[in-house]
């Protein structure tokens, strides 16, 4: 059995921004910000000043334990660089050079998340929360359990919630910064080329365009299953742990799914890599080779053997 390619797939993931066409990359410059262009390293007084202020990034208010969760896992990456384009759901990546040049015009030289990123990660590590790619994707997520307009300003807001600025705030697909409410007029957010997963306070200037909640749906895991992202276009969904017989059901795209069990099959190549491991999937009642599965690991941590 060999390792699945990992690189890879989170380069599959995410990595379309420069290329999909002037607005969206318009939209992309999202978290670019004015730092430096030299950012493939961080001022020493940048890193003391993350190390000071991960002491307070926390919940500062009242939340549910999914929220504290997501909260949490956003706060446990203070300290890590910006990157265009950078990061994944699981963890910081290598970003993109910004075709512009200026700002983030190293950025892939530099391990870090961007906004969108970080605010994915965060959603997917505390919550098994899987938010599409993009700011602007991100703020018209339709699995929002609440939304609050500009004019409500922070009051109703729970640690948690996802904090939107766009250059047009009435138009959610001009979105072109997220970050995470932490209470008390703060939020934790990676900011822009040159600077640190941070601890800020909230702007509400012209461009703030309201907030959403993500945490209190019906995304938990069930009962002795873990979560995990598929890869990949079109994967086939097996009555058994082999390519033998037709495919059951088919994922469109990359998908959550909940993994019961896991077990020894016949050989899958995909790419140029292989694997024998599959994985029964009890909502589709159907098996899935873990080639597809996005994890670092052939045999799937902490997924018991069927």
């Known amino acids: 059995m060999r390792r699945t390619l990992r690189a890879h797939h989170a380069h599959r993931a995410h990595r379309t921004l420069a290329t999909a066409g002037g607005l969206l990359l318009a939209t992309a410059l999202a978290c670019t910000g004015t730092a430096s262009a030299a950012t493939a390293a961080v001022p020493a007084a940048s890193t003391a000043a993350a190390a000071a202020a991960a ?12 929220a504290q969760a997501v909260v949490n896992a956003a706060c446990s990456q203070i300290g890590v660089p910006y990157s265009w384009g950078g990061g994944s759901i699981h963890g910081p990546t290598y970003g993109q050079d910004y075709p512009g040049g200026g700002p983030g015009a190293h950025d892939s030289q530099v391990r870090g998340f961007d906004c ?10 505390g919550a098994g929360i899987h938010l599409p790619e993009g700011s602007w994707n991100q703020a018209q997520w339709s699995g929002a359990t609440a939304r609050f307009s500009r004019a409500d300003g922070l009051a109703p807001l729970q640690p948690g919630d996802l904090l939107l600025w766009g250059s047009n705030p009435a138009n959610l697909n001009s979105v072109h910064h997220i970050a995470i409410y932490l209470g008390n007029g703060k939020m934790v957010e990676a900011r822009e080329s040159g600077t640190l997963v941070m601890v800020s306070d909230v702007r509400m200037n012209a461009q703030y365009a309201g907030a959403l909640r993500v945490v209190g749906g019906n995304e938990q895991p069930p009962p002795n299953t873990k979560r995990f992202m598929t890869w990949g276009t079109g994967v086939s969904l097996r009555p058994d742990p082999s390519t033998r017989r037709p495919p059951v059901g088919t994922l469109p795209g990359p998908t959550a799914v909940d993994v019961q069990c896991q077990t020894h099959g016949e050989m899958v190549n995909a790419e140029g890599y292989s694997n024998d491991a599959w994985s029964y999937l009890p909502k589709y009642k159907a098996w899935i080779s873990n080639i597809y599965i996005d994890d670092p690991a052939a045999w799937l941590p902490g997924v018991p053997a069927c």
């Open 116 to 125: 969108s990123h970080l605010v994915q990660y965060a959603a997917w590590q």
């Open 55 to 66: 002491a307070d990034c926390r919940a500062l208010t009242g939340a549910s334990a999914q």
